[in-house]
């Protein structure tokens, strides 16, 4: 499997922004599901609810955070295993490439 199916440019894009780092930071750290209510309460981003959604749905996408629909609420967490899994590969085609 090539390195570009791995880490799809939408891992990199989720991981451009300030803000959506300062959120996976957070959720990290929390080690259980958080919603956005939570993440928007936690000052971990001086962003509005509606980003912070949007925001969390980027990650989502990128695949760096999980979502579990429980009724109304939607319920964020982290797959530290899995980001750092893909960081190493990161690490690893740089050492390769570039020595």
């Known amino acids: ?53 949007r925001h969390l749905a980027t990650l989502r996408d990128a695949g760096l955070v999980v979502a579990d629909k429980r009724g109304k609420e939607v319920f964020y967490h982290v797959e530290t295993r899995d980001i750092a899994a893909r960081l190493r590969r990161i690490a690893s085609a740089l050492e390769a490439c570039c020595g």
Do not use: H, I, Q, Y
Request: glycine share 2%.
């Open 1 to 53: 499997m090539a390195l570009l199916e791995l880490l799809p440019p939408t891992f990199f894009k989720a991981l451009c922004d300030p803000n959506r780092v300062a959120l996976l930071a957070w959720l990290a750290l929390e080690r259980a599901p958080r919603t956005v209510t939570d993440a928007a309460n936690a000052g971990c981003c001086a962003v509005d609810m509606s980003v912070v959604s």
